[in-house]
């Protein structure tokens, strides 16, 4: 799969697509920690409501992007490992 990127190495390879994984996992839950601390932002200012609602709104985006970039490598990660295994 990354052979044609220049990683020929199976086992750098599946560690880089792991780590991809992970980390796509992790952003998830880091915007959902950021959507909760600016849901409970003091908003004493006037400038504080929009970087509360900017806040959240690249948390939304971040959570969104992670999860259709994780769903996306574990399909072709399963696409490519079963290409040779199951008959088509």
Request: positive net charge; hydrophobic residues 55%; contains cysteine.
């Given at each position: 799969m990354?052979?044609?990127?220049?990683?020929g190495?199976?086992?750098?390879?599946g560690?880089?697509?792991?780590?991809f994984?992970?980390?796509?996992?992790?952003?998830?839950?880091v915007s959902?920690a950021?959507?909760?601390?600016?849901?409970?932002?003091p908003?004493?200012?006037w400038w504080?409501?929009?970087?509360a609602?900017?806040?959240?709104?690249?948390?939304?985006?971040?959570a969104l992007?992670?999860?259709?970039?994780?769903?996306i490598?574990s399909?072709?990660v399963f696409?490519?490992?079963?290409a040779?295994?199951?008959?088509?």
């Open positions: 990354l052979a044609e990127c220049g990683v190495q199976p086992l750098i390879a560690s880089l697509v792991a780590l994984l992970l980390t796509s996992l992790a952003i998830v839950f959902v950021i959507w909760r601390s600016s849901s409970k932002y908003r004493e200012k504080q409501g929009p970087l609602i900017g806040a959240k709104l690249c948390a939304a985006i971040s992007a992670a999860a259709v970039s994780f769903l490598v399909y072709l696409d490519f490992i079963y040779g295994v199951l008959p088509i």
